[in-house]
């Protein structure tokens, strides 16, 4: 599987490579949001750091509505918050732990083949249709 990081932290990718090739995934890093958005409709899972490239928030919503309906894990939060508003599938907090990652990234790739295009379609399509300040305002 392969496995696209967005990140211009060199130590962060080289943590992040390690631990996904001693798991057998493919990882590629994208140091631009340009090359990401290039790669995506190539990749089976996209991690996206938070810290770093500042809009990361509004890159994962950018992706959503571009149509990448797989999983998306968000690295390095401020609050549960910003998982809700970008549209991200999963969040991994910093310093990475590497049994995390690896399960994390399972369980989202698992989750993604039980679903169908369709459902995943549907749901994510929602990200592009409602504003980040309303997504804060619905309870559900």
């Known amino acids: 599987m392969n496995i696209l990081v967005v990140s211009d932290s060199a130590f962060r990718w080289l943590k992040l490579a390690k631990i996904l090739r001693e798991a057998n ?9 340009t090359e990401a958005i290039n790669l995506f409709p190539e990749v089976d899972l ?3 750091d938070r810290e770093g490239n500042n809009g990361n928030l509004e890159f994962c919503r ?19 918050e910003d998982v809700r508003r ?8 910093l310093p990475l732990f590497a049994p995390e990652v690896v ?3 399972e369980l989202l790739l698992t989750r993604y ?3 169908t295009n369709q459902t995943m379609s549907n749901f994510y399509q929602s990200f592009c249709t409602i504003s980040p300040s309303q997504a804060l305002k619905i309870n559900c």
């Open 25 to 33: 995934y493919f990882p590629q890093l994208a140091e631009k949001k």
């Open 46 to 48: 996209i991690l996206v």
């Open 62 to 80: 950018e992706l959503r509505c571009r149509g990448y309906h797989r999983p998306l894990i968000l690295m390095g939060l401020e609050s549960l």
């Open 86 to 93: 970008s549209g991200a599938d999963e969040w991994l907090e």
């Open 103 to 105: 399960m994390k990234v």
């Open 113 to 115: 083949q039980l679903w």
